[in-house]
């Protein structure tokens, strides 16, 4: 690509040759491209009619953006030729055909099998103000999905999806080789990491060059006020706690860290949070394969902040972070981890997103329990929206700690069951999150907890490793889940992945019954019984009652502790809505826990998973409480009453 970027028009000109490979095992004729820049182009796009037929904040005329095909012309030994007469909007989706986020292209004649086209497209992109993670503010320029882009021949066909409120991308691997220009005094960072060249042009430009292999996807980013930082990461000795049958030396990295003026103070943090996000998903999953990565600190108000690219990723924070609070720590481990789940793995974002958001979500978590000690909770007072976060006087509640990604999430308990995770992400009902993010990630966690963290580690270092590069479904995913652990956990996925149902498993109820004294004949066939025998002498017979409140399936295990200290554990199948469990024993329960090791992290209610038996004299003290204060204001009120 050859592009230059009008400061002051936010205008890129270009042109771009696309070289592709036909290997679809047939011949192709047409070949469409996403144009991703006109879901910003007005308020009837697709993703203005998902979003309410409105465009994030955009309402001026030169506050949207737009990409427009000049001239698509294919390249040969012979020469060129102009198809640009064969374009057409196309709307693959829903039909609509205000909608023009995906266009089309015919060949003269058809591209055999194992052959390759080229096609030079001439293009204008105009960048909005900012809006999903993309635009201009200022003199800050973020630029992502800007140019045509050809689709994917995926799973028979075509997949090349508009571009939709709640969906990402996804593109094919490749080698991009683009030269950027823009004025001599703006700071550029790009995939790719450091420019191949510099060239200084006459006019007061720069013409910057930058190369990369094995990549789906090229973003910049662009500003005169970005202070750029370089450090290296190595990772080569064991250190301090870490395994040794884990231990890999990695890949020396280029951090570049592009920081806004006002967070110097936050530099060495953002360094610490990519560091680690390098070291552990290195270790756990494979090293980072390319030679630099680029972190951004984005501009206040440019929308671009918490956003993945392949060598590239976003944070974002504020000055007044504290050091109890995970900004811009928690942001830049995610957004660095997408390193491993998107850009290495190259799952279909628009149709199965869980696959890297998900998978990054769960990295993450472990990362930071890796990484850190808990960080704090945070209230932020008498501010607004900043970079990714808010900006603010903050308040550190320092005796809680920053909720964990765990079991109980009040997003499942409340829109779990609107949709099946396994939906395309413009399918779900408002669940786009929910079933990306929360649902797939505490389901990991579940998985790992019924195969073992050692297993775990097992299945998902094979996985990405077998599929870098490459793009796979979430059926590759199941299979290797049953192929390393050797397992078939179909019935863990159809209850999760697959199903809209919820897990709640209770202790319904305990019965303690002391036995009467023994009245009557007892004997064994005319012989008189050993009224000595410890079955005899247990004086309880006790009734424990495990309940499936919910509709999801799972094996569980159930302690039941007595009252002198003997522990019972039992498993159950949990197919049925209960099981009974009885128990003739010399002392009472004391209490029962379905799940103690909370293997079950999609449970939506905890509250019921345990219950103690109480003694007869017992009285809550919350409930005294409550109703001490329910009394005085009963009496005052008719101390009041009575004037």
């Not at 879901?39 to 993703?47: C, G, H, I, L, M």
């Not at 060249?197 to 910057?208: C, F, L, M, P, Y």
Request: net charge negative; charged share 25%.
């Amino acid at each position: 690509m050859d592009v230059k970027l009008v400061t002051k028009s936010n205008i890129i000109h270009g042109w771009e040759i696309v070289e592709w490979k036909n290997t679809t095992g047939r011949p192709q004729q047409e070949f469409p491209f996403h144009l991703y820049h006109n879901a910003w182009k007005n308020n009837r796009s697709t993703f203005a009619k998902e979003s309410g037929w409105r465009v994030g904040g955009l309402s001026a005329p030169e506050d949207f953006g737009y990409t427009n095909v000049k001239s698509v012309r294919v390249l040969d030994g012979t020469g060129e030729t102009d198809i640009t007469g064969t374009f057409s909007y196309i709307q693959p989706d829903d039909g609509n055909t205000d909608d023009q986020t995906v266009c089309q292209v015919r060949s003269a004649k058809p591209v055999p099998n194992g052959q390759s086209i080229r096609f030079k497209i001439e293009f204008e992109t105009k960048q909005p103000k900012p809006v999903a993670r993309t635009g201009a503010i200022r003199d800050y320029h973020f630029v992502a999905q800007w140019f045509p882009k050809i689709g994917v021949w995926w799973q028979g066909g075509w997949n090349c999806h508009q571009f939709h409120s709640s969906t990402e991308f996804f593109a094919d691997y490749g080698v991009y080789d683009v030269k950027i220009t823009l004025p001599q005094n703006y700071v550029l960072g790009a995939t790719g990491g450091t420019a191949k060249s510099t060239e200084q042009n006459k006019d007061s430009t720069v013409t910057h060059q930058f190369y990369q292999e094995d990549v789906h996807d090229f973003a910049w980013v662009t500003s005169p006020d970005l202070v750029p930082t370089v450090r290296k990461f190595r990772h080569i000795d064991m250190e301090e706690g870490e395994r040794p049958e884990r231990h890999h030396p990695l890949k020396e990295v280029t951090v570049i860290l592009l920081t806004q003026p006002q967070h110097d103070n936050m530099i060495d943090r953002y360094f610490t949070a990519t560091f680690n996000a390098l070291r552990y998903y290195g270790e756990w999953y494979g090293e980072y394969p390319y030679d630099a990565i680029t972190v951004v600190d984005p501009a206040n108000g440019s929308a671009s902040g918490g956003m993945e690219y392949p060598t590239l990723f976003t944070g974002g924070t504020n000055r007044y972070s504290p050091k109890e609070n995970s900004s811009p720590e928690g942001v830049t481990v995610h957004e660095c981890g997408h390193q491993w789940w998107y850009a290495l793995v190259g799952n279909n974002e628009f149709e199965e997103a869980w696959l890297d958001e998900g998978f990054n979500t769960y990295s993450t978590d472990r990362t930071m329990n890796a990484g850190w000690k808990p960080f704090r909770l945070i209230r932020y007072f008498f501010g607004g929206p900043g970079a990714y976060s808010y900006v603010g006087i903050p308040y550190v509640i320092s005796e809680v700690d920053e909720p964990p990604l765990g079991p109980g999430d009040r997003g499942i308990r409340f829109g779990g069951k609107n949709d099946i995770m396994t939906r395309k992400g413009w399918e779900y009902y408002q669940t786009y999150g929910l079933n990306s993010y929360t649902k797939p990630a505490l389901s990991l966690v579940m998985l790992e907890r019924y195969l073992g963290e050692e297993m775990m580690y097992r299945v998902l270092r094979t996985y990405h490793h077998r599929f870098r590069f490459k793009h796979p479904a979430t059926s590759d995913f199941i299979s290797v889940v049953n192929e390393v652990s050797g397992k078939n956990m179909g019935w863990f996925f159809e209850n999760t992945w697959f199903s809209s149902n919820l897990f709640d498993y209770s202790i319904d109820n305990i019965v303690n019954r002391r036995l009467p004294p023994r009245v009557g004949v007892f004997t064994n066939n005319g012989e008189p019984e050993d009224s000595t025998a410890p079955e005899q002498l247990k004086d309880y017979e006790c009734e424990v009652v495990v309940k499936r409140e919910g509709e999801a399936v799972a094996p569980v295990d159930i302690m039941i502790v007595f009252k002198n200290g003997d522990i019972r554990r039992e498993g159950w199948d949990g197919q049925y809505r209960w099981k009974k469990f009885l128990y003739r024993t010399d002392s009472p329960v004391s209490y029962a826990i379905v799940d103690p090791e909370m293997k079950l992290a999609l449970d939506i209610n905890y509250n019921n998973n345990s219950k103690v038996v109480r003694e007869p004299s017992y009285r809550s003290l919350a409930a005294r409480k409550l109703a001490s204060k329910w009394m005085f204001w009963v009496q005052n009120y008719f101390e009041f009453a009575a004037f």
